[in-house]
Nanobody, 128 residues
Framework: QLQLVESGGGLAQPGGSLRLSCAGSGLSLDGFAIGWFRQAPEKAREGISCISSRSNNTGYKGAVRGRFTISRDIAKNTVYLQMNSLKPDDTAVYYC?????????????????????WGQGTQVTVAS
């Protein structure tokens, strides 16, 4: 069984940065495609980024491409989401998720693909 724990959320000013961490335990994250999702108030949860389990392939939602970067540290069994140039529209609860199926290996991955494990989420608030 895989457990995922997100951290790194908080309050940031517009234009600021935060780095979210998704720490895995129980199993190695190396065998999973990992996705970051977010859910803003009164909106549906949406996939915003993913990283492949078999390659360094990554995917991003258009609204975050160029501002967010996903990466993984195999030794620390952790996946990160570096978020720069934050906007108030980025305010949401952010979740990481893991999938046995490598849905992030293609050129245009389906960022909302079903996953097998979820973390509990971390709040990100962008406000001045």
């Amino acid at each position: 069984q895989l457990q995922l724990v997100e951290s790194g959320g908080g309050l940031a000013q517009p234009g600021g940065s935060l780095r979210l961490s998704c720490a895995g335990s129980g199993l190695s994250l190396d065998g999973f495609a990992i996705g970051w999702f977010r859910q803003a108030p009164e909106k549906a949860r949406e996939g915003i980024s993913c990283i492949s389990s078999r390659s360094n392939n990554t995917g991003y939602k258009g609204a975050v491409r160029g501002r967010f970067t996903i990466s993984r540290d195999i030794a620390k069994n952790t996946v990160y989401l570096q978020m720069n140039s934050l906007k108030p529209d980025d305010t949401a609860v952010y979740y990481c998720a893991a999938s046995y199926w490598d849905y992030c290996s293609g050129l245009t991955p389906d960022l909302n693909h079903g996953v097998d494990y979820w973390g509990q989420g971390t709040q990100v608030t962008v406000a001045s």
